[in-house]
């Protein structure tokens, strides 16, 4: 891999893409580092450092979901704060009504590109109102949260940084579009990437020196011993392992095509495969069950800073589910695993695929062609896609199983953020790896 990098990097137009996507990424970091405006940050900071500041669980998920992915932002209470997040959840929303609308989805896949760049252009309209209301719930509750974590804003404040917050995340939006115009990868997963990677060494600094106090003053690391902590690394390395394989697991289902003779010459008569991957959705289930996840507690923010006797109870009680790990794990495990199955099949359309291999001449092995075809490639691809659910819902909560086993709150192994830069990084070798191929077949 690191001799197929070098030649990457040696072709000026393929260097001069990557140069710019690294200063497009470096651009978001910059966003990442400006905070938004009437707002004390010096206040903030130390609101945030006093003891049960965010220990709330309607807090706590959505402060620790919208910092991983934005790298630190909301740490700083910057105008990226929101990030992606946004638009994440505008295109979720969008694909959830293809599934109740099918002209929408018969228009998405039959125009092609076009359908695709209208979806596009509705998910950036979609997210300005979402970025105003996840942007809004969150101040609020800032200001309200036990005499305030920030100072209380009158209306001109709050309409200014609202503002600055939705230009911070269309901005990110935009700068997603131009990375994935450079065609090194998909601009939005290497913006959330960039975000987790930018926060590892400052975690992983402060991970290793509470351990090595604790080391000190108790003789365990983290209150468990030694040979726990051999076991986590090494459970570590099985999962990155297991994401890997997982990631690159395919079934090969073999595809003929039939003899055609035009004039005096004979097309076809060969044979090849078609790869079904075990795990079509990557790691979108995951982004979607936390997106949704996030919308009960953004309500639950913005009933609570509306200070009414039905809104705090309302509040408390969606506080209270999301709080109880056992049900915030199980509802979390089921809709990964559901989102597997429901983006697996708005990706993949084995009707589609039963048409152009019949169109082509190519046929499966005892599959009569067409209607017969899809059914085979629906039912082949259900059973790959529930050990694909499986795997991504185990990930998804195996965080919380080693809390649960170690009883160590800050020992946290897999989990979204590595599934997400593990298959990003997987992806963009790939789209490097293509590139190289076609300067390959343009020299030869």
């Known amino acids: 891999m690191l001799n197929k990098f070098v030649q990457f990097l040696k072709v000026p137009e393929l260097r001069r893409r990557f140069l710019m996507v690294i200063l497009l990424l470096v651009a978001t970091r910059i966003i990442v580092m400006l905070p938004i405006p009437a707002v004390d940050i010096t206040e903030y900071k130390a609101g945030l450092a006093e003891e049960g500041a965010v220990n709330r669980a309607l807090f706590g998920n959505i402060f620790g979901y919208l910092n991983l992915i934005s790298g630190g932002a909301l740490d700083k209470l910057s105008i990226g704060m929101l990030g992606v997040s946004p638009y994440i959840t505008a295109t979720i929303i969008l694909q959830l009504l293809t599934m109740i609308f099918p002209k929408l989805k018969e228009y998405y896949y039959e125009n092609g590109a076009i359908g695709r760049a209208k979806f596009q252009r509705l998910g950036r309209y979609l997210t300005v109102p979402l970025a105003l209301v996840q942007g809004f719930a969150f101040l609020k509750y800032l200001s309200a949260q036990g005499g305030g974590i920030i100072a209380p804003m009158e209306l001109p404040a709050l309409a200014l940084n609202l503002l600055f917050i939705v230009a911070g995340s269309l901005i990110m939006i935009w700068i997603g579009e131009m990375i994935s115009e450079q065609k090194l990868g998909d601009g939005v997963s290497l913006i959330i990437v960039a975000g987790i990677v930018s926060g590892l060494p400052r975690s992983v600094i402060g991970q290793v020196l509470m351990m090595i106090g604790r080391y000190q003053s108790t003789g365990s690391f983290l209150g468990i011993g030694i040979d726990k902590i051999l076991i986590l690394l090494a459970l570590a390395l099985v999962v990155v392992a297991g994401v890997v394989l997982v990631n690159e697991g395919e079934r090969k289902i073999p595809v003929a095509y ?187």
């Open 258 to 444: 039939a003899k055609r003779v035009r004039g005096n010459r004979v097309f076809g008569g060969s044979t090849t495969y078609l790869p079904l991957r075990v795990n079509q959705a990557g790691v979108i289930p995951i982004i979607f069950a936390i997106s949704i996840l996030m919308l009960p507690q953004y309500l639950g923010l913005g009933l609570r800073s509306l200070d009414a006797g039905w809104a705090i109870k309302v509040a408390d009680f969606i506080e209270a589910t999301l709080a109880n790990p056992l049900w915030n794990g199980l509802l979390y495990f089921v809709m990964v695993f559901a989102f597997t199955y429901f983006y697996t099949f708005i990706v993949f359309e084995p009707n589609e695929i039963a048409k152009n291999l019949q169109r082509n001449g190519g046929f499966i092995q005892g599959i009569r062609p067409g209607a017969s075809t899809a059914e085979y490639l629906n039912s082949i691809i259900a059973k790959l896609t529930l050990f694909g659910a499986l795997f991504l819902g185990i990930i998804a909560v195996l965080p919380s199983i080693v809390q649960g086993i170690t009883k160590v709150a800050n020992m946290t192994i897999g989990g979204t953020g590595l599934l997400i830069v593990v298959s990003v990084a997987l992806e963009t070798a790939k789209q490097i790896d293509s590139e190289l191929k076609i300067r390959e077949y343009e020299i030869a």
